[in-house]
């Protein structure tokens, strides 16, 4: 066999062992991530279902404040159509009680 048949058949076989190398090593840490990764989606499932817990919670309560506002204004408008009504019978009140007075001078 020539120099360069043993240099080209080490180089394959170095080659070939590096690869299966890197391959298990590989392998071994896919193995370690499969075996964690129950784990890790678990904690990112229950930190997403606490997140959007939080979020709803966060609209609910905007939500009140925005119907609680709205009824705050609805009643505003109650009252200050009710003052404005008593305001005209008050008025009324005041011409009726005037034309009784002119009558009785």
């Given at each position: ?79 200050k159509k009710a003052l404005n009504e008593i305001e005209g019978i008050n008025k009324q009140i ?12």
């Amino acid at each position: 066999m020539k120099t360069s048949d043993y240099l080209l058949k080490a180089a394959i076989k170095k080659v070939t062992e590096k690869l299966n190398e890197i391959l298990v090593e590989k392998i071994e840490e896919a193995t370690n991530i499969a075996q964690d990764a129950p784990e890790i989606l678990k904690k990112e499932f229950d930190n997403l279902k606490e997140s959007i817990i939080e979020e709803a919670s966060r609209m609910e309560k905007a939500e009140n404040i925005q119907e609680n506002e709205k009824t705050n204004t609805d009643q505003n408008s109650k009252i200050k159509k009710a003052l404005n009504e008593i305001e005209g019978i008050n008025k009324q009140i005041e011409l009726f009680n005037n034309t009784i007075n002119n009558q009785i001078k």
